[in-house]
């Protein structure tokens, strides 16, 4: 109850900010020709020009987007956000940009004065950002009396930023919030005097929700990647402006570069983890050159995940107990799940988050068996409490493992990582340890995964459950989700499972021990598609006995796929996220 009391104070406080806001001094100006540093798409920016939204997992023809009713919260917030504004200007003619400049327009005259249901201190931030980004695109043609309401609103927007910045979430949201008010400051004429305020509010936020080690709480590696390339902008913007850079923000940027580099694939994508998805494509790499970080060294172990290369593979670990706090609500139950991708070319991947496909999903998504790792039928290794009221928002992982060991190796010929958790010990007694094992070549990845009962407390514990069973065993799987690209099928009767890559390349799985294997159907949670993408899964059923059971498993290049493969195509969905709006 008083957690949702605060939700509604939090609301209300914006409400009453944003109308005082629209009574403050509008900007004069900018100081400085605005140059756009967000990047859209040519054909997102022509089918929003023809009136398709595709935001929030929902597609909406309209050329009236201040006229629907949004079909989700997550649509309406992409819509006040105004991120679309980036693929329109990328589109660039002249159709489209007087579609942008009249959906601004009636914005303004519907909510500039505060009203609506966009003033939240991260959409207001992220809002301005991208007006006064694209400031020439929203303005070129247009008499000056026409751009005065314009003008007006960014200072309102820079007053109510002033006012609640604060009340912003942790992470991405803050930094939305604080690059928004500062960006204003530094960009328009007559707001300089928020300038001095909006840089200790940012030097402040790199020092709270950056931690000592470049990652942050929700441990999701796009939100780390959008605070990255926020501060990026802000570092620019600031040196164009000769103003000084606060020692807090330069030292942020150093801890999360190689951070980043460390949660990329060697496609260049980011492990999909704690609802994050793969990233745009180019983004980082621009981000780490604005701030001359480009050589930036990966790591091992960087915020919570473990990285293990070799040849031309890269395998990506959950190896740290489940983001807590606030930062639960949007948390995965995937300890001990990984990735992997050859070459350029994903091929063991976790579903990914759902949230743009509505709660049923993003609960799904968030669950054990939708990522690649152990789970015992029935439970994830992270329990779900459903929050009280709708507006509290997602429900917050609690119970999850809280004793996470990891240890990593590197060695001539492998790296190895043997990892535990004890996420199922309070449920059934038992510990889920995995060791992997990387060749140094690239080429092998070996796996053994055991449930154990480890000591006396919980052997008892797993005999009670076993008893309650009728001593029937207790089944577990393990999965191994595939990338809608990769091409599986059932091999010598049923013992192994060859997966055919779009490159060419042949990887094939075996395992030893109890179980059965089978090809299960599965999805590929994407953000910027109108559905789910139907995909495979590797799956070995067993059933744990006694008060150990173990499998020993590799997922291997096949002897004649030779060591490189030319692998020049571009596909469209990675060149081009979300351009698709096929449901397949």
Known sequence: M??????????????LAARLSARAAPARGFTVQPEPRTIGFYARGRQLTAGNFLLGGHMV??????????????????????????????AGDREARQAAQAWVADWIARYGRGHGPGWKPDLAGRRVIRWINHALFLTAGLPGSDTTPFYATLGAHTAFLARRWKVAQPGLPRF????????????????????????????????????????????NPQELMEIFTLLSWVQHALASAERECPAALRAAIDRMAPVLRSLRHLDGGLARFHGGGRGMEGQLDHALAVVGQTTAPRRTQAMGFVRLAGGRTSVLVDAAPPPAAAAASRAHASTLAFELTSNRRPLVVNCGSGMSFGPEWERAGRATLSHSTLSIDGYSSARFARPARPEEGAAKLLDGPDAVTCHVSVERHATAALLSHDGYVATHGLTHIRNLDLSADGRALLGEDTLAALDPAHRKRFEQVLSAGKLNGIPYALRFHLHPDADASLDMNGTAVSVVLPSGEIWVFRFDGPGKLSLEPSVYLEAGRLAPRPCQQIVVRAVIMDHTSQINWTLAKAQDTPLAIRDTGRDDDLALPGAHFATD
Do not use: K, Y
Request: hydrophobic share 45%.
């Open 61 to 90: 023809e309209t050329h009236q987007p201040w006229d629907i009713e949004p079909p989700s919260p997550s649509f309406a917030d992409e819509l006040h956000g105004f991120g679309w504004l980036d693929h329109m200007a990328a």
């Open 176 to 219: 939305e919030a604080v690059a928004g008010w500062l960006t204003a400051g530094l960009s328009l004429m007559g707001m300089e005097r928020h300038v001095p305020a909006a840089t200790a509010a940012l030097a402040m936020a790199c020092e709270r929700d950056i931690d000592a080690v470049g990652g942050i709480a929700s441990r």
């Open 2 to 15: 008083e957690h949702g009391w605060a939700v509604r104070r939090i609301r209300w406080g914006n409400r």
